[in-house]
């Protein structure tokens, strides 16, 4: 139905999806996707952006090889070494945060060498804590931090903002920017926060509703992460003049 | 505290109607206990309970291993389910006397026979159990350990053993209660010893104070089991649960 294979590390991110239809609880087939193709060069952050239930977690999670019931072609860059953020934390609520990620790194990482990541996203205090015990946003942030342990070429994420509160995103997004700039890694990301994508991404995939299909893209100028608020408001401004049905709210939740 | 006062008063009402009645049928505590202590030193008593306790941990080590095995086959893939179910169904309601007749007189009247017609008797019960933890394991929790490459003894230590604990810890439970009663009924019907076998050959005899003494040490070491190993274990495993509330 579909072929799926990865590249060289340095291999674009390639997904097409002709067509991924969900049987609903009345048994009912629904077509949430339909002639789909996003393509993101290697080492650079795409960012999907479209109204709550377009099918953007869909899309992550055939993108990480979790959803083999689609029509279409995936091609992932790297040797498969995939570092995903769900929508949910998804921790093992059995394990210590340190656990949850050591559980996840590869043969050749060692713990004591992601001290600079624990500390980053503030984790230090919280190893020995159990994730029952933690926060939505410090959840998150293991999440994150689970995430990029793995060393992944790859890494998808799925609104990591979201229901934070103001500051603690704020703080996550520019973690998130170092941590993209301190490794080479092909990221998408998945927000519907266009402020977000903008600070976060070199280029923008915007979704339409169901079924879904790209209706715009938008490569921003380099560098990413180190955009000011006015470059961000302009950009925003040529995203809501540009991008059909953004300004009338059509894209928006 | 509560415990040991009920359990003291029940030890005092068996004491006042022994003594009231004087009879052989209702020996006093005292006699029991002097039987007890008699049996223990001749090494009598430590031998019985010996060859139960074996038996017992046969039949749920075999009970076990295959009925999670089965169960968690059952409640994770719907075609095992739909194909074993019947079977399962029908050995639910075969009743414990039946499944121990077949198995002695088809195995034979030896030791095979014995725990094999003990296993069968829990095996369903822990199939059941099993079933309903692997229905009940988060799929989310599944995804993640398939995106992050977790080897599949990883998977089954981190992600699938702690979801299923509680289901396992209920089943051992209830299981080392169950089996170690129909290990009784086992010894009794074709057994030349074990606690089963000492009962039956009283019980021609009316000899009450064997009996009781017998039964009453058996029940203390199965409590003892369950308060000294069954219950830390499911402490254990149920540490993060607490810390987290
Ligand atoms: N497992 C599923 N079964 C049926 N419908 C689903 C399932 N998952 C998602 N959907 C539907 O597909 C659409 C896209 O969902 P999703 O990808 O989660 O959207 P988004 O992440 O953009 O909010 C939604 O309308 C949702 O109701
Ligand atoms: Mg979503």
């Not at chain 1, 159990?130 to 890494?155: H, K, N, T, W």
């Not at chain 2, 299923?164 to 030349?192: F, M």
Request: proline share 6%.
């Amino acid at each position: 139905m579909n072929d799926a294979r990865t590249d060289g590390a340095a291999g674009p991110l390639e997904i097409r999806i002709d067509s991924k239809t969900y049987v609903s609880a009345e048994g009912q087939a629904v077509e949430v996707i339909r002639d789909l193709t996003l393509r993101l060069d290697a080492f650079s952050v795409g960012a999907l952006i479209g109204p709550s239930g377009c099918g953007k977690t869909t899309i992550l999670h055939i993108a990480a090889g979790l959803d083999p019931n689609f029509i279409g072609h995936l091609r992932i860059p790297g040797q498969g070494r995939l570092g995903v953020v769900f929508q949910e934390p998804r921790l093992l609520p059995w394990r210590t945060v340190a656990d949850n990620i050591r559980l996840v790194l590869p043969p050749e990482q060692s713990f004591d060498q992601l001290d600079d990541l624990i500390d980053t996203l503030g984790l230090g205090a919280h190893l020995t804590h159990y994730p029952g015990e933690l926060s939505l946003g410090l959840a998150r942030r293991v999440a994150i931090a689970r995430a990029f342990a793995v060393q992944p070429d790859f890494l998808l994420l799925d609104e990591p903002f979201v229901s934070l509160d103001v500051a603690v995103a704020a703080r996550l997004r520019d973690e998130l920017t170092m941590l993209t700039q301190r490794r080479q890694v092909t990221t998408l990301l998945v927000t519907h926060d266009l402020e977000d994508a903008i600070q976060l991404a070199d280029r923008l995939f915007f979704l339409s509703m169901r079924p879904a299909n790209i209706i715009a893209e938008m490569a921003l100028p380099p560098p990413r992460g180190a955009r000011d608020k006015a470059t961000i408001d302009e950009i925003a401004e040529q995203v809501k003049s540009q991008v059909p049905g953004y300004a009338s709210g059509a894209a928006r939740t | 505290m509560a415990k040991v006062l009920s359990l003291a008063a029940l030890l005092g009402l068996w004491t006042l109607v022994a003594w009231l009645t004087q009879s052989p049928l209702l020996p006093s505590p005292m006699r029991v206990g002097e039987a007890i202590l008699v049996d223990m030193q001749s090494g009598e008593l430590p031998f019985q309970m010996a060859c139960t306790l074996a038996r017992v941990v046969a039949a749920f080590v075999i009970a076990f291993t295959l009925g999670v095995a089965a169960g968690y086959a059952m409640g994770r893939w719907r075609s095992v389910d739909r194909y074993a179910d019947p079977w399962l169904v029908v050995l639910l309601n075969l009743p414990a006397l039946v499944i121990i007749i077949f198995a002695y007189i088809w195995i034979g009247l030896n030791e095979t026979a014995a725990i094999v017609a003990v296993a069968l008797n829990k095996l369903p019960n822990v199939i059941v159990v099993t079933r309903e933890g692997a229905r009940s394991l988060d799929p989310n929790l599944d995804e993640m350990a398939r995106a992050f490459r977790f080897s599949w003894q990883s998977k089954l230590r981190n992600v699938i053993m702690p979801q299923l604990a509680p289901y396992l810890a209920a089943v051992s439970r209830s299981g080392l209660a169950i089996i170690w009663k129909i290990v009784l009924v086992v010894e009794l019907l074709g057994r030349p010893n074990g606690v089963g076998f000492v009962l039956g050959s009283s019980f021609s005899l009316f000899d009450m104070t064997r009996i009781l003494s017998y039964a009453i040490s058996f029940v203390a070491l199965m409590l003892a089991i369950e308060t000294f190993v069954v219950q830390p274990l499911e402490r254990r495993t149920n540490r993060w649960r607490r810390r987290a509330a």
